[in-house]
């Protein structure tokens, strides 16, 4: 049996042993409702556009921290990697940066942007962009040597190896960056709608949770679920390409 | 014998090469700064490579062939001395210089086809021209089967035929090999050597190869550099008296035999001070 194969058949008993204790009443419908039954309250909740207004404003957002964190993260590690002596003196600290709880720091935003997005996307930036900031420098670091003096025999400027050589050749460990501060950008934007904001899918769950319907919570929920399988399938789908390419 | 396997049997006296000089170096020396002290790698150095010579260097670990290497290729300058290809100095990477490594400097990112092409593009060549060139070296290198795959999916010896068939397409009129079959088995680094042959023999280029291995300097040099131990000097040029038309085959000759011994004997000398040096 194949490793797939197995991953989908643990998958689907699990959910298929939730559906049966949810029916049978081992877990009381106010704790948890039946799988089948979130997939027909998201079906309504989509056709009804209720949450239309927090779907897009969370998707937004993490699309505009992924963004952000990719391209910060990127510049910060092409500029760190380029000056020894700074990246001597900052290298501890990015390695021990998940040890901070981000989201200690969201009074300061709130002060310094207010309540909403602005807020929101600042915070999910702050957990995504080391995680590239550490690909980039680990990207340009497994760069052979030997690619390098490649370029110089080919007689290209130095602009012209970084696009054309290191770029390519840096792009798989890149990759893994950008993975990374799309999760990341999830976890931040979504996590940060609990406790800073009046609108966002994170919002609407609390609310939810708060009021007892369990029937919106657990749609948005399973909503959140499939938009990061999907989105996190493609990706690993491309990482994939990209590795095998790397395998020397 | 074949006319392909004879070879000369000729004085293994020190020589230089006689015609005209293609690339020369002159009192070469080139010294490293270190954190806490200077590392004299290399010189001071002459040489002169005639013209569609096959040359090859042999030496100590350590004892700067790939420092010459990057002088002659313009990718290190030398701290004194001069260092000429074509009658003009070296300064920067020169026009006609090309360079095959020891590591794998395929991109993996680029196809057979593309990595070939690479340097063509890069030098903005009309592309019925690059396709034209692109199309004889894959060919000529045995790559015509696999234009469509990427370095990962090719062996090592595969992978460094891609890169030769690079450094071919450019049609260098110098070539200079830092150890290519290093990280090749035994039988692959022989059949690789007679492609090398046949390249040379096609293309009229001068060839510099650095190598670690004896027999393989003895097969494919006209003459062979032996180097000492840091700062590197030549302390012998041994020619070998082969005709231009050979091949692997010469290895079961009793000539190469003595290039072999010859080559070993004086580089024995400076593999024991080396060793002398680490039990010191």
Redesign the interface.
């Known amino acids: 049996m194949s490793e797939k194969l197995l991953r989908v058949i643990v998958v689907v008993a699990m959910i298929l042993l939730v559906e049966l204790l949810c029916r049978i009443g081992v877990i009381p419908r106010m704790v948890m409702i039946a799988p089948s039954d979130m997939v027909v309250e998201l079906g309504k909740i989509l056709a009804s556009g209720q949450f239309s207004a927090d779907i897009r404003i969370t998707f937004t957002n993490i699309a505009i921290s992924t963004v952000l964190s990719v391209l910060l993260g990127f510049v910060a590690g092409v500029i760190i990697y380029s000056l020894p002596s700074l990246r001597d003196a900052i290298e501890p600290l990015l390695a021990s940066y998940y040890a901070v709880p981000t989201f200690v720091f969201y009074p300061i935003f709130i002060t310094l942007f207010g309540v909403g997005s602005a807020s929101i996307i600042a915070i999910a930036v702050l957990l995504a962009v080391v995680s590239m900031v550490t690909a980039t420098l680990n990207g340009l670091d497994r760069i052979p040597r030997v690619l390098r003096k490649t370029g110089q025999i080919y007689r290209m400027s130095r602009v012209k190896t970084a696009l054309l050589i290191e770029l390519p050749a840096a792009t798989p460990y890149l990759f893994t960056g950008v993975k990374l501060s799309v999760a990341y950008s999830f976890i931040g934007v979504i996590a940060s709608e609990f406790i800073l904001s009046g609108a966002g899918v994170g919002y609407a769950i609390a609310y939810a949770y708060n009021l007892f319907e369990n029937g919106h919570m657990y749609a948005l929920m399973l909503l959140v679920l499939i938009v990061v399988t999907v989105v996190n399938t493609f990706l690993n789908v491309i990482d994939r390409r990209l590795q095998a390419r790397r395998q020397r | 014998m074949s006319a392909a396997l004879g070879a000369k049997v000729v004085p293994l006296a020190p020589q230089t090469a006689t015609a005209p000089a293609h690339a020369r170096l002159r009192g070469v020396t080139r010294v490293f700064d270190l954190p806490k002290s200077t590392l004299h790698a290399l010189g001071p150095v002459d040489l002169d490579l005639a013209k569609g010579e096959f040359f090859s260097v042999v030496g100590p670990s350590g004892c700067g062939k790939s420092t010459l290497l990057d002088i002659l290729?313009g990718?290190s300058a030398p701290q004194s001395g001069t260092a000429e290809f074509e009658g003009k100095p070296i300064q920067?990477?020169p026009d006609g210089?090309?360079?095959v490594?020891q590591?794998?400097?395929s991109?993996?990112?680029l196809n057979v086809r593309d990595n070939v092409a690479?340097?063509l593009r890069?030098?903005g060549m009309d592309p019925a021209e690059i396709n034209r060139r692109v199309d004889y070296a894959v060919g000529f290198m045995g790559l015509k089967d696999f234009a469509a795959s990427?370095?990962?999916q090719l062996s090592g010896g595969m992978?460094q035929r891609v890169c030769i068939a690079r450094t071919l397409v450019m049609q260098p009129r110098l070539i200079l090999l830092d150890e290519p079959f290093g990280a090749l088995d035994q039988q692959t680094r022989l059949l690789m050597g007679d492609e090398l042959l046949r390249l040379w023999r096609e293309t009229s280029a001068t060839i510099l190869l650095i190598t670690h291995a004896l027999d393989e300097a003895a097969m494919l040099s006209d003459r062979v550099g032996v180097m000492s131990t840091r700062p590197g000097t030549f302390i012998d040029f041994v020619e070998t008296g082969w005709e231009r038309d050979r091949d692997s085959r010469v290895v079961s000759t009793p000539h190469f035999g003595d290039i072999t011994a010859r080559l070993w004997e004086k580089l024995r000398i400076e593999a024991l001070k080396i060793m002398s040096a680490g039990k010191g």
Do not use: H
Request: neutral net charge; aromatic residues 22%.
């Open positions: 290729a990718l920067g990477v210089v090309g360079v490594f590591e794998d400097a991109f993996p990112w690479f340097g890069r030098a990427y370095p990962a992978r």
